[in-house]
């Protein structure tokens, strides 16, 4: 997460932080699968984590996982974002437990409000 947007994410951690039993951030997920047979293993941990994507952060609130977004403004890029790592994540959870998906900016536009109501994203404006 860059630094702009870590600021984001600490102005808006009192208000979530309660949420939470333990939060993970920038969470590698999916990434290089298929090795060259000449690559060393150094080599082929070091394709893998670079191919990965990062959620930004991931929430364990006991009965779900939260799949956090935090951008700098109201990004529908984000919205794609979220959707992609959900399904990604589905393909490799590590227990049984339902994903929820959270945005986190300064702001939010209303028709991006629009989008993340209609698609059930949760979503936090971050204090400034």
Not at 44 to 63: F, P, Q, W
Not at 88 to 102: E, G, K, M, S, V
Request: aromatic share 8%.
């Amino acid at each position: 997460m860059p630094a702009g947007e870590g600021q984001i994410w600490i102005n808006a951690l009192p208000a979530l932080r309660d949420r939470y039993r333990m939060l993970w951030y920038n969470v590698r997920i999916g990434g290089q699968s298929a090795y060259s047979a000449s690559w060393s293993p150094a080599v082929g941990r070091m394709a893998s984590d670079l191919s990965a994507y990062r959620i930004d952060v991931v929430g364990d609130a006991g009965d779900h996982w939260d799949l956090i977004e935090v951008k700098d403004r109201s990004s529908l890029a984000a919205v794609g974002q979220l959707l992609g790592y959900q399904i990604i994540w589905r393909r490799n959870p590590p227990d049984d437990r339902p994903t929820r998906l959270i945005f986190v900016a300064p702001q939010i536009t209303p028709e991006l409000s629009i989008v993340l109501a209609e698609l059930g994203i949760g979503s936090v404006i971050a204090p400034t």
